[in-house]
Nanobody, 124 residues
Framework: QVQPVESGGGLVQAGGSLRLSCTASGRTFSNYAMGWFRQAPGKEREFVISISRSGDNTDYADSVKGRFTISRDNAKNTVSLLMNSLKPEDTAVYYC?????????????????WGQGTQVTVSS
């Protein structure tokens, strides 16, 4: 079992960058694929980006491709999300999620553990 905890959210101007971190407690972090989802006000939560448990495979939503990068450090039980060229439409609460298994998925209910979320606000 792991418990993800997000950090690094905040307010940034359009075109700026922000790095989110997700640290997961537990000794079996490397057994979990990890994903980031986001939920904007009045909208459903949506998939953003994910990484396999080894870090060899990643998947990106079209809306963030070329701007966001995901990485993980299994020795530190951490997954990072680097967000560049931020846009006002990236404003949302960002959630980190863990899924048992090798490969990640874009499907919310296939993730087993969720963090509480961190707010990212991009001003125009």
């Amino acid at each position: 079992q792991v418990q993800p905890v997000e950090s690094g959210g905040g307010l940034v101007q359009a075109g700026g960058s922000l790095r989110l971190s997700c640290t997961a407690s537990g000794r079996t972090f490397s057994n979990y694929a990890m994903g980031w989802f986001r939920q904007a006000p009045g909208k459903e939560r949506e998939f953003v980006i994910s990484i396999s448990r080894s870090g060899d495979n990643t998947d990106y939503a079209d809306s963030v491709k070329g701007r966001f990068t995901i990485s993980r450090d299994n020795a530190k039980n951490t997954v990072s999300l680097l967000m560049n060229s931020l846009k006002p439409e990236d404003t949302a609460v960002y959630y980190c999620a863990a899924r048992r298994g090798v490969l990640p998925t874009r499907v919310e209910y296939e993730y087993d553990y969720w963090g509480q979320g961190t707010q990212v606000t991009v001003s125009s």
